[in-house]
């Protein structure tokens, strides 16, 4: 079977993948002390918007199906692997294909456009309270703790 240059760079992008989401906490801590992405946050955060990425990633990045802070995801470690994701995706089937995430072809999301998305994302912080802070979650976590007595 022949495979498209595409194909296997989108192979080599999943083992690559894999490999920095081994590598645990380390790359969470690297996205932080790395440089602020190239593109318009405030532009971004609209595009955020326009095309219903807080439907899956919730409006502050943390809330949704899919959380985009604190995740040490690979996927937005940088704004190339980013923008690498969303083309193929969109220009060639993924190798598990799933509708999860859509498409974002240039013609539906120009790298200008990807470069801003990816800069209001980098923006967003983890604002979850610790357990501890939350008296009610609190009591629930200590109660799990406790063996069941009927």
Not at 16 to 26: F, K, S, Y
Not at 65 to 77: C, E, G, K, Y
Not at 93 to 121: G, K, W
Not at 132 to 150: E, K, T
């Amino acid at each position: 079977m022949k495979r498209s240059s595409k194909t296997l760079c989108l192979l080599a992008a999943g083992v690559a993948a894999c490999w920095i989401a081994a590598a645990g906490p380390a790359g969470a801590q690297n996205r932080q002390n790395s440089p602020p992405a190239a593109g318009d946050a405030t532009a971004g955060k609209q595009l955020f918007y326009d095309h219903g990425c807080y439907g899956c990633h919730g409006f502050n990045g943390e809330t949704g199906a899919r959380d985009l802070v604190a995740t040490n995801s690979p996927i937005i470690a940088d704004v190339g692997t980013f923008i690498t994701y969303l083309r193929l995706r969109g220009d060639e089937a993924p190798i598990l294909p799933s509708t999860r995430m859509p498409n974002y072809p240039e013609s539906a999301l120009t790298d200008a456009e990807a470069r801003d998305i990816y800069a209001f994302v980098r923006t967003l912080e983890l604002s979850a309270p610790e357990v501890a802070d939350v008296p009610v979650l609190r009591a629930i976590v200590d109660s799990a703790s406790r063996p069941y007595a009927p």
